[in-house]
């Protein structure tokens, strides 16, 4: 049953705030640990339906990470020991990380699967992950490019080089994942530099991995029949989720937040870069590195900001922040320009037609003119508009953030899929000055 929630005006946040664990990270500590030998110990996993999901794929296929205290324990089954399913359905829920890694995982074994996900995952293309893990020796039994996949893997993979036809790290990681597992060297060589966790995460295993930049392309190489030992992992917390409260610092005057313990990958930063260029007060303090990851603490508070123009050389480092970025920019002087967001119509919705949707049924000018996203900012936003979320935890945050700094309440659809990425999101807000509040509470 969808779970509508309503957020208002609130007149500053603050406080110090832990967010969860890092999305990409904590599903591939998840995988890498099952494909290693020996265990794996996991602090700072983010506990949402997502990583969940990825948890409960990887005990269907014969490895059980299991939660102690505060930590996760996985013995791993080494790289190609995972076993057939029963039944033999995989359920990825939302989550396109989780069933794009798993498919490179499943390429190297010979076991037969049928991966499954809701609606919006079975909306996604698919084909981008299936069409170089097919040259790789995957068998796929159906003909169309989303889930249900039915998939048979093989121990006899073969190495391939490719060219990632798409700036996605779910891609390069998939075919990474399947050439750790292959018969000689796999190389993926990309054009625009994607979140680079694979790579690091495979050299916290152990594996040997080739970075060479050729002609301002990067390629990518591991070995294969590569033997991964268990580590132990301490998962930073979530640049992209501590993006929504310090977007709803920075637009309500009075804010002033510590988040703590953010990943700073740089790969992953390019919405602060925007929040900074865009004059917001975001400081990034005492650097230091956990797992071969640059974390850091961010003070963030109100300021006034001013349109820019976004190129889309940042998307790759940004690709989960633009709603919330657009939602900043609702309250910035001027005009912000947001360029090449093709990427964002296969995200858990079209999160280009969503965000400009939910702006503009919110009072506020956006036009997307081809991939490009402008949005008119003003002093007072009015808001009272209702946002359909579809089933995209993003889009459902980034609007919850907008209501902190309107003249009227903004209203969602659904609030219940937050917790694919978030869980305790509302909670947090509400703990640090913000208002959001299920509808039947609106009077
Ligand atoms: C992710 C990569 C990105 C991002 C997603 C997580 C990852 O997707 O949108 O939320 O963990 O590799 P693409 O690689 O498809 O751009």
Known sequence: ?????????????????????????????????????????????????????????????????????????????????????????????????????????????????????????????????????KRMGLNVHDLRDTLPLRVTGTSDLIPIEYNLPVPSAQVKSAVLLAGIQARGTTSVIEKEATRDHTELMLQHFGVKVYKNYEGGKIRISVDGHTEMSGRDVLVPGDPSAAAFLAAAAVITPGSDILLLNILYNSSRIGFYLCLQEMGADVVAQNHRVIGGEVVVDLRVRGSKLQGIVVPQERAPSMIDEYPILAVVAAFA????????????????????????????????????????LTVIGAPSVLGGGIVMTNLDHRIAMAFLVLGQGTIEPVTIDDGDIIATSFPGFCSMVQNIGGNVEPIRNLN
């Open 1 to 133: 049953m969808a779970n509508p929630l309503y957020a208002k005006r609130s007149d500053g946040l603050n406080g110090v705030i832990t967010v969860p664990g890092d999305k990409s990270i904590s599903h591939r500590a998840l995988i890498l640990g099952a494909l290693s030998t020996g265990s794996t110990n996991i602090r700072g996993l983010l506990e949402a339906e997502d990583i969940i999901k990825t948890v409960k794929a990887l005990t269907a296929l014969g490895v059980a990470p299991k939660k102690i205290g505060d930590t996760w324990h996985i013995t791993g089954v080494g790289t190609s020991g995972l076993m057939q399913p029963e039944p033999a359905v995989l359920d990825f829920g939302n989550s396109g990380t989780g069933v794009r890694l798993m498919l490179g995982v499943l390429a190297g074994h010979n076991i037969t699967v049928k991966c499954v996900g809701d609606k919006s995952l079975s909306r996604r293309p698919i084909g981008r992950v299936i069409s170089p893990l």
């Open 333 to 372: 002087a001027g005009k912000t320009v947001m360029e090449g967001l093709h990427e964002l119509k296969f995200k858990e919705s079209d999160r280009l037609s969503a965000t400009a949707a939910g702006l503009i049924a919110n009072g506020i000018d956006a036009i997307i003119e081809d991939t490009t």
